[in-house]
């Protein structure tokens, strides 16, 4: 009996065929070409010579290389700043800045005035000051980016004393003393995992000293038998010292949210009044911009970042500071940040109105034969931002048969668009905190292909 997969058509054959040819006048010849090796090769493998579908197969597989790699995802897991799926959707006045300085030549580093050279680092400096009420602001990449900056800064070569406490993973491979070590400085421990205190700081001052540092323990909380000294007695202690006390308070939260319940997250304001010589903090976190990394501070402590080799090599583009400027703009009037900013909208939305829109999207499943029932549950702020905070809302929650609750997850995750959801106790849960009003027949639309 003969191989059936001898009887499978050469690549040279497929391309000079009536079916496969007209792809050549779409598509770059090498994408069809490889894309016609890909469905032989497989075809070979599984063993079949059933080639009916070969002109379908090879245009689904142009179609995936050719798609994006970043696709857009509908978020129904309720977490916030979900640091997989992008963190902080931007808003749409940050977005139009974003377009223009994109789609054009700007002065990044340019005054038109007597069109002579500028420094990209004035842009959102005005508004990082007035906004925390430090001397003076600037913006790297990111998070992880201005702390190296300011570490390296401020104490390349020498030591700088940290809490025990404080030796924390942020997430990935962020590992506070591994990071402190590639900045070039000596880390000097001091105190307990739970305990530390300020004496504990006071004995480890030598002349070889050059900064204290304290690091938010962004994504855990510890409870119990703990001391951390404020910072205003660190601030105090660092001046008496004549070193520089930094502070990476993490997420950037400019206004007080425990009147939604979200409490425990350091603000960048009081971190700056508290007399820190540099507070960082990330741009697309609870300040709900951009991917960026903040500093503010004393007017020489910045100066010494500014000067460092590092700005340099961590600045960021037009595009992105056009991007935070917005957000930072809207930031100036907190009823303007709640209503514009999606970060905060969401964190700060009313269970009446996810209740809404949680019977909302039961009604345009019910609508679609998908069953379905809302439950009370809890969203998750993410990012590493008030790690213990739960925030009440309404869960849609699907019945998955004929699937499991695993599978339904994985076929929406596939779908078009695609909806990450969560999965608990045999159910797949949609969180309307984290959808938009005009997401909700999408997200109908993707549970209707995904349930059949
Ligand atoms: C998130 C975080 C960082 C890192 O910020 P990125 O902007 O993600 O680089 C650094 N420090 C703390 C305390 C954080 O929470």
């Known amino acids: 009996m003969s191989d059936p997969r001898r009887r499978l058509p050469s690549v040279d054959n497929c391309l000079r065929s009536p079916l496969i040819a007209p792809l050549l006048a779409e598509h770059p010849r090498h994408l069809v070409v490889a894309a016609v090796r890909e469905v032989l090769s497989a075809a070979r493998h599984a063993g079949a010579a059933d080639l009916i579908d070969l002109p379908v197969m090879v245009a689904a597989q142009i179609a995936r290389r050719e798609a994006p790699s970043q696709q857009p995802v509908l978020n129904a897991t309720g977490v916030v700043l979900h640091t997989n799926l992008g963190r902080a959707p931007i808003a749409a006045r940050a977005v139009e800045a974003m377009m223009r300085a994109a789609s054009g030549y700007t002065t990044l580093e340019y005054h038109l005035a007597d069109g002579e050279r500028g420094s990209r680092l004035d842009h959102c400096r005005g508004l990082l000051s007035e906004l925390t009420g430090a001397d003076d602001g600037m913006v790297v990449v990111n998070g992880a980016g201005a702390l190296v900056l300011a570490l390296n800064a401020h104490a390349a070569g020498r030591e700088v004393i940290l809490s ?8 990935g491979s962020f590992r506070i ?22 004496d ?9 000293t050059a900064a204290i540092l304290t690091v938010h323990r962004s994504n855990f909380t510890q409870t119990g038998f703990t001391a951390t000294p404020d910072s205003e007695a660190l601030a105090a202690l660092a001046r008496r010292a004549r070193v520089p006390y930094l502070v990476d308070v993490g997420s950037g939260l400019l206004h007080d949210l425990s009147p939604w319940g979200l409490s425990g997250e350091p603000g960048v304001q009081a971190m700056v009044r508290s007399g820190a010589a540099v ?5 697309d976190k609870l300040l709900g911009g951009p991917q960026a990394g903040c500093l503010v501070g004393e007017r020489a402590a910045m100066a010494a970042c500014r000067a460092n080799p590092f700005a340099r090599a961590m600045r960021c583009d037009k595009v992105t500071l056009a991007g935070l400027e917005a957000t930072l703009a809207l930031h100036r009037d907190f009823a303007t940040a709640q209503r514009e900013i999606p970060v905060l909208a969401m ?22 034969d998908v069953r379905c029932q809302l439950q009370e549950g809890n969203s998750v702020v993410g990012g590493g931002a008030f790690p ?17 609750a695993d599978a339904l997850a994985r076929r929406l995750r596939l779908g078009n668009p695609a909806v990450v959801a969560r999965v608990e106790a045999d159910r797949v849960l949609l969180d309307p905190r984290t959808l938009r009003d005009d997401q909700l027949v999408g997200v109908r639309d993707a549970v209707r292909a995904a349930s059949a």
Do not use: C, W
């Open 388 to 404: 213990d905070a739960t925030m009440p809302t309404t869960l849609v929650a699907l019945d998955p048969a004929p699937h499991t």
């Open 279 to 283: 507070v960082i903090f990330s741009g």
């Open 177 to 198: 003393p591994e990071i402190m070590a590639k900045a070039g400085v000596v880390v000097r421990e001091v105190g307990t995992t739970n305990r530390t205190h300020l």
């Open 347 to 368: 964190l700060t939305a009313s269970s009446q109105a996810l209740a809404a829109r949680a019977e909302q999207l039961a009604r345009l499943l019910r609508t679609a």
């Open 164 to 171: 025990r406490g404080e030796m924390i993973e942020i997430g």
């Open 200 to 208: 504990d700081y006071e004995r480890a001052i030598t002349p070889a």
